[in-house]
């Protein structure tokens, strides 16, 4: 909305004056008749948009009190202020009978692989530094680790241009090429350079699969499982991580292995494909193409045909991000929607930034430092131990809510490393030193996956506006990828220089540092659906 009228761009003033709160009217369970009807007079052309939208609104609403006299109608307030707290949830009058879950499944095959690329070069990186003779160079190392995650930045900002233009379930069948030729290409490498090419069209893939499945999840999850299913997502990464520290368990017998873990990545690439060709589109998107007819049938598959006519209303009720034209990645820095956006990237920046994918990446290495005999085993038992997290992550997501899970969360995540620092540095610990690395580092990531990792995922896409939403989310994961791809390739040298004890410490502050920065700027956003999130955030714009 801007100012004070609700009449579309070049309207004449007709509307309605928004004085120090806003009130939407949130009812569901209209009947298919008076849907269609507030279909074609709110979608009809540009003339309803302007003068003839404030007087469709007061026809309808009129309608309302005639088709629902007995019925309580939700209402949603939002403060001035744009608090999403403020909001109110309005209350679903009938339960989803669809089959949103095998495309949710479908699309965590991305998450799969987002959690394979990224952990397959924990236990594989020795063995194949020896074959491709980079055994000592340890640059040419970090560049193998940080190849995929240079990919990955430009696949995040690539992922979400193209879930805008293509769509969501065609940038997946497109996702699937970079993932399929990587992995074939890092499979067969026989020489560093071939390797850093396979790395580096697998990062491109898992970049855009980073932008998308969340994206994708949100919008065809309904809102009172959001959560759920949005945490699904991590909990996915963190399976496909745990995968590919189990892939590495052979190495110890077969040196050459290696290259079959690389190899395994091609099935799931093209299971994705295939299972998006028939899978329904994101009936947002669809609905933000102009086409009805496709996004009511998307959503009868999806929730059934019961929830057909309050799904639509909503999508409706969110007709100002739908009448305005997609915006330009100038746009996320305007003072509309710079505040919002800046939380997003941050919460990513602070999710890398704390040491999480150093773990990942070298917790093999760091077990065998401390003295543990199978460092490859104990890194799969930290795999392990993520799943585990994230699952009870996704079982709390809808019930404690996001923002008291990322302050839990980065709270232990600050304790736990600095347990691992005092482990290396207090000659008192030291003959418990191995033991501490591995309950620091477990409890870290157990830490880790109740908050850090599945909630920034899941609260970009709730709190951008649908006409920013699919290019902030690119924008947030950029920072992800690039923080991650710096973390990949300095670690090992920053650790040779400073030692592991301070490295750790500093992790342990900027995960202190996140639970103040995240009390004080991120909003509550669960039992919200995503349009009611969105008038709430922009009704002072």
Not at 119 to 141: H, M
Not at 161 to 181: E, N, S
Request: glycine residues 12%; contains cysteine; charged residues 15%.
């Amino acid at each position: 909305m801007q100012g004070a009228v609700i009449g579309g761009k070049g309207g004449v003033g007709v509307g309605f004056e928004l004085r120090s709160r806003a009130r939407v009217l949130g009812g569901f369970g209209k009947t298919e008749g008076v849907l269609m009807a507030e279909r074609r007079s709110w979608c009809g052309g540009s003339v309803r948009r302007s003068l003839g939208l404030g007087v469709e609104m007061v026809r309808l609403t009129a309608v309302e009190s005639v088709f629902r006299p007995r019925r309580k109608v939700g209402i949603v307030r939002a403060e001035a202020s744009g608090d999403v707290e403020s909001v109110h949830p309005a209350r679903h009058q009938t339960k989803s009978s669809g089959t949103v879950f095998p495309y949710v499944g479908v699309a965590c095959l991305g998450a799969i692989l987002f959690g394979y690329h990224l952990g397959v070069v924990n236990g594989a990186l020795e063995y194949l530094s020896r074959d491709l003779g980079i055994a000592e160079n340890t640059v040419l190392q970090g560049w193998v680790v940080s190849s995929s995650l240079a990919g990955a930045t430009v696949g995040s900002f690539t992922g979400g241009a193209l879930a805008d233009k293509f769509g969501r379930t065609k940038t997946f069948m497109l996702d699937a090429i970079p993932l399929a030729v990587g992995a074939f290409l890092s499979a067969t490498a026989q020489n560093v350079q071939s390797m850093m090419i396979g790395r580096l069209l697998a990062g491109i893939g898992i970049g855009i699969s980073s932008a998308v499945v969340p994206l994708y999840i949100s919008e065809i999850s309904p809102t009172e499982i959001r959560g759920a299913l949005g945490s699904i997502n991590q909990l996915f990464i963190c399976i496909g991580i745990l995968a590919a520290l189990v892939a590495g368990l052979p190495l110890a017998g077969n040196p050459i292995w290696w290259r079959s873990m690389f190899g395994i990545a091609v099935i799931p690439s093209v299971l994705l494909a295939l299972g998006m060709a028939i899978s329904p589109e994101s009936p947002r998107w669809l609905f933000q193409q102009g086409k009805l007819t496709q996004a009511e049938a998307s959503l009868r598959t999806l929730y059934g045909k019961e929830r057909v006519a309050e799904a639509m209303q909503g999508l409706q009720a969110g007709i100002q991000g739908s009448t305005e034209q997609d915006a330009g990645w100038f746009d996320l820095f305007s003072k509309r929607y710079g505040k919002v956006v800046s939380v997003g990237a941050a919460l990513f920046l602070f999710q890398q930034l704390a040491g999480i994918n150093a773990v990942v990446y070298y917790s093999t290495s760091v077990f065998r430092s401390a003295g543990i005999a199978s460092d490859v085993a104990a890194s799969a038992f930290v795999g392990a131990a993520n799943v585990f997290g994230t699952a009870i992550a996704s079982s709390l997501m809808d019930k404690q809510g996001r923002k008291s899970l990322l302050i839990t969360s980065f709270a232990g995540m600050a304790a736990s490393m600095l347990l691992l620092s005092l482990s290396f540095t207090w000659k008192v610990l030291a003959p418990y030193s191995g033991n501490l690395a591995v309950i620091g580092t477990v409890l870290y990531v157990l830490s880790f996956s109740l908050g850090a990792g599945p909630v920034p995922a899941l609260l970009l896409p709730e709190i951008f506006a649908s006409r920013i939403r699919a290019k902030a989310v690119a924008l947030s994961l950029g920072m992800h990828w690039v923080s991650n791809f710096v973390i990949g390739l300095y670690f090992l040298s920053v650790v040779n220089k400073f030692g592991i004890s301070k490295v750790y410490l500093g992790f342990a502050t900027v995960c202190f540092l996140a639970v103040l920065y995240i009390a004080g700027n991120v909003v509550e956003t669960k039992g919200r659906s995503l349009e009611e999130i969105e008038r709430a955030l922009n009704v002072d714009v």
